[in-house]
């Protein structure tokens, strides 16, 4: 099991950066793979960013590329996701979730999510 909490959102102005964090309790998630989702209102949910339970591998959108970056720090059991550059079309809630490694391949945990709100 995995229990998720995400902080970080507010709103900012377009140009700005945020710094997203999801701090994980349970002991699978040295051995998850993480990922940050996002939903805005009236469109489908998109994954933004992945990153390997070791922190080797990453993915990007082609949507964040370049201006968004996915980090985790296991002995802190937190991974974050810094956002550079924001747009106003990067305004939605952000979810972070788990997926064990071992496991269906799904992201099964799934935190409440933090809105992020950017201004033009």
């Known amino acids: 099991q995995v229990q998720l909490v995400e902080s970080g959102g507010g709103l900012v102005q377009a140009g700005g950066s945020l710094r997203l964090s999801c701090a994980a309790s349970?002991?699978?998630?040295?051995?998850?793979?993480m990922g940050w989702f996002r939903q805005a209102p009236g469109k489908e949910r998109e994954k933004v960013a992945t990153?390997?339970?070791?922190?080797?591998?990453?993915y990007e959108a082609d949507s964040v590329k370049g201006r968004f970056t996915i980090s985790r720090d296991n002995a802190k059991n937190t991974v974050y996701l810094q956002m550079n550059s924001l747009k106003p079309e990067d305004t939605a809630v952000y979810y972070c979730?788990?997926?064990?490694?071992?496991?269906?391949?799904?992201?099964?945990?799934w935190g409440q999510g933090t809105q992020v709100t950017v201004s033009s």
């Open positions: 990153i390997s339970w070791r922190g080797t591998i990453t």
């Open positions: 979730a788990a997926r064990p490694v071992g496991g269906d391949g799904n992201y099964n945990y």
């Open positions: 349970g002991r699978s998630f040295s051995s998850s793979s």
